[in-house]
């Protein structure tokens, strides 16, 4: 059973601080990796997604990844009350039958001003 | 650059009755994938849809089923409703099949079984 790890939260952070959401992952094979935001009600979208060990930055946001500690994290920094939502950690293996995401439950994100 | 597209928004049935949501895929993108989102199991892949044919399926009963047609919109349908099938269904599409194809959602179909 391939699972999918993350604190579910509340994660609260002040306005302007470094937001940190973790992700662990059990399936070895998985390829990709994806951050999505969530807000109350809406469907699911896309923010970030790394295959390669170490960082991806776009904009305030940076994707960590570590394979060999099977690890993910998504850095918010300056953060904003508009970041508020649910974020969900995605996992994905190459072609075939792995070419599902699975997700985490996710992390509750508050921001407060 | 229009977004993937889910219709019904919302539906209300009742036990017993069958159901099929459609969905309309990033104009360009040939893989659609289905996922039903609730508060106690989040989200869950229901089945992955690539040129016409069924590729991947998750660990649901044969009550759900789906299709894919030849401009690659897909329809899923469920049959013989349980209150338990009361969810967000959304539907993702990629430009194909390659693990490092980024899924992008719909804005779901909520469907309430009374």
């Known amino acids: 059973q391939k699972e999918v790890e993350q604190n579910s939260g509340p994660l609260s952070v002040p306005e302007g601080a470094i937001a940190s959401l973790n992700c662990t992952y059990s399936?070895?094979?998985?390829?990709?990796f994806f951050w999505y935001r969530q807000y109350s009600g809406k469907s699911p979208e896309l923010i970030m997604f790394i295959y390669s060990n170490g960082d991806k930055e776009d904009g305030r946001f940076t994707a960590q990844l570590n394979k060999a500690s099977q690890y993910v994290s998504l850095l918010i920094r300056d953060s904003q009350p508009s970041d508020s939502a649910t974020y969900l950690c995605a996992v994905i293996g190459d072609g075939g039958s792995n070419y599902k995401l699975t997700f985490g439950k996710g992390t509750l994100l508050t921001v407060n001003p | 650059k229009a977004g993937v597209t889910q219709t019904p928004r919302y539906l209300i049935k009742t036990r017993g009755q069958q159901v099929t949501l459609s969905c309309s895929p990033i104009s360009g993108h040939r893989s659609v994938s289905w996922y039903q989102q609730t508060p106690g199991q989040g989200l869950q892949f229901l089945f992955e849809?690539?040129?016409?044919?069924?590729?991947n399926k998750g660990n649901f009963p044969g009550r759900f089923s789906g299709r894919q047609f030849s401009n690659s919109r897909s329809e899923m349908n469920v049959s013989t409703l349980e209150l338990g099938d009361s969810a967000l269904y959304l539907c993702a599409s990629s430009l194909d099949r390659g693990g490092g194809q980024p899924q992008h959602f719909g804005d779901g179909t909520r469907l309430s079984i009374l």
């Open positions: 399936d070895r094979g998985s390829q990709s």
């Open positions: 849809y690539f040129s016409e044919t069924q590729r």
